[in-house]
């Protein structure tokens, strides 16, 4: 066999691979993301602006920081539904301005952009602003034949404005 043709074979099987073989499987790991934003949201009421999977095994742990309406971010650790660690991160950002660009929810833009490739596994999400002032979801995910993507959901539309994705090496 040639090396093209066992790189094909290997492409191949790579797309193949069932959902069930990732490290993380969506249908256990949402239900667990949302109890913890829900916990993190009563702990610190405000805006989830960015949550981190930290650990992937079940109960699946998480690194999540809530702009407050006084413009303070707070960095929460999460696991099982439960918020521990809370700490008050330097710097502020504009709760007003950022809260009043969101249109669609987080756990929309979540399905959205796990749509832009088919086996993946969400690793991180940051709300943010382009340059012009454009709201958007970042959500960095690995996928199934080793590459990593990046994928930018706009907030007020709810569509995929950009995703990338580049190889692990």
Known sequence: MTIA????CVAIALV??????????????YPQLDACLDAAKQQQEGLPIRWQLMGNEDPYSFDIDVLASNDRVWNMKCSGGKVSDVNRKTGTKSYK????????????????AATAYPITELKKMEYGLT????????YEMSLNDGRDATVDVNAETGRIDRSKSERND
Not at 5 to 8: I, K, L, V
Not at 131 to 137: A, D, K
């Open 16 to 29: 193949l691979i069932p959902a069930s073989l990732l490290a993380v499987e969506p249908d256990q790991m």
């Open 131 to 138: 340059w012009r002032g454009r709201p958007y979801f970042e």
């Open 5 to 8: 043709a066992s790189r094909t």
């Open 97 to 112: 301005m950022l809260s009043g660009r969101v249109k669609v929810p987080e756990i929309s833009a979540r399905f959205t």
